[in-house]
T-cell receptor, first 112, second 116 residues
Framework: RKEVEQDPGPFNVPEGATVAFNCTYSNSASQSFFWYRQDCRKEPKLLMSVYSSGNEDGRFTAQLNRASQYISLLIRDSKLSDSATYLCVVNPRANQGGKLIFGQGTELSVKP | DTGVSQNPRHKITKRGQNVTFRCDPISEHNRLYWYRQTLGQGPEFLTYFQNEAQLEKSRLLSDRFSAERPKGSFSTLEIQRTEQGDSAMYLC??????????????FGNGTRLTVT
């Protein structure tokens, strides 16, 4: 089993749609979780950290379910500019500052 | 510019040659990471440093790969006897490492390696 798994997509949605991505991780001791965004042929950039209680940043909502070992990202009112690959990132161990493992990414395409 | 800087941006080399890439992290960041990314995949962890200490190296990484961060500032990644399978984007990232959990990574633009 991979340490971090995502649905590769692609997700093709119309503008204004709500879309949700899920990501599962294998180590129940994992403590740090992030969502990154990567545009075509660019470097990944932090979208948001994921906190235990869930957190929201504008149209974006991140949730953590420790019991089921998955995190989710919800995008409301999709914009054309949201088209990108979304990467789930997890520290697979409980220690501070260790390696961060990326999922394979979920591609989103928002159409007019 | 205070972001992560990587050089060169592109490298084309023949199979069997050695290549070296450089990464200059954000100056106050003490953690530095190397990742490799191929088309359609997420970044794959290679190694990371805390200051000058290399704390972890991926078991998937062959002995042809070596990384250094001699003074805890810039880092180099060397690939010896390159193979066509080494063709990829090599990404460097840094983080501050001051919180009790992982701090987010800040990536450079990457070095795209093509082995012919």
């Amino acid at each position: 089993r991979k340490e971090v798994e995502q649905d590769p997509g692609p997700f093709n949605v119309p503008e204004g749609a709500t879309v949700a991505f899920n990501c599962t991780y294998s180590n129940s001791a994992s403590q740090s979780f992030f969502w990154y965004r990567q545009d075509c042929r660019k470097e990944p950039k932090l979208l948001m950290s994921v906190y235990s209680s869930g957190n929201e940043d504008g149209r974006f909502t991140a949730q953590l379910n420790r019991a089921s070992q998955y995190i989710s990202l919800l995008i409301r009112d999709s914009k054309l500019s949201d088209s990108a690959t979304y990467l789930c990132v997890v520290n697979p161990r409980a220690n501070q500052g260790g390696k961060l493992i990326f999922g394979q990414g979920t591609e989103l395409s928002v159409k007019p | 510019d205070t972001g992560v800087s990587q050089n060169p941006r592109h490298k084309i080399t023949k199979r069997g040659q050695n290549v070296t890439f450089r990464c200059d992290p954000i100056s106050e960041h003490n953690r530095l990471y190397w990742y490799r990314q191929t088309l359609g995949q997420g970044p794959e962890f290679l190694t990371y440093f805390q200051n000058e200490a290399q704390l972890e190296k991926s078991r998937l990484l062959s002995d042809r790969f070596s990384a250094e961060r001699p003074k805890g500032s810039f880092s180099t990644l060397e690939i010896q006897r390159t193979e066509q399978g080494d063709s990829a984007m090599y990404l460097c990232a840094s983080s501050s490492g001051v919180s009790s959990y992982n701090s987010p990574l800040h990536f450079g633009n990457g070095t795209r390696l093509t082995v012919t």
